[in-house]
């Protein structure tokens, strides 16, 4: 069941970049699982905004791919803090494990066809 529209969607989108944003300080991240979470905020960003849904820009990026973007992301959130080595960071790791779940469950529950959205 596909529950969130392109444009729910889109405003997940803004949270997850303020969400990536403020993890560093919220979570007390350093080093480098605050400068992925930083870098992660930008091109979560540039993606939504480059994307072809209701809050795109330049909607260059048609929305399905956008889909397909973020069914990579999820699990490879997943895996980071034990590919990047810093899995013994309980609070790093327990975050980057939950956003990449959390991305999963919304890709699964949106509507990447936008049937019936009005743009």
């Given at each position: 069941m596909k529950i969130f529209s392109p444009r729910t969607h889109g405003y997940l989108d803004f949270l997850t970049v303020v969400i990536f944003l403020l993890a560093p300080t919220v979570l007390g991240l350093s080093d480098l699982p605050a400068y992925l979470s930083y870098g992660l905020a930008v091109v979560h960003l540039i993606v939504t905004l480059v994307s072809d849904f209701p809050f795109g820009i330049a909607k260059v990026i048609?929305?399905?791919?956008?889909?397909?973007?973020?069914?990579?992301?999820g699990p490879v959130l997943i895996m980071v803090p034990f590919i990047l080595g810093f899995?013994?960071?309980?609070?790093?790791?327990?975050?980057y494990v939950v956003m990449g779940a959390i991305i999963i469950a919304v890709g699964i529950l949106t509507d990447y066809r936008g049937v019936g959205e009005i743009r």
């Open positions: 048609p929305f399905y791919i956008h889909g397909w973007i973020e069914r990579i992301v899995d013994a960071d309980t609070v790093a790791r327990n975050f």
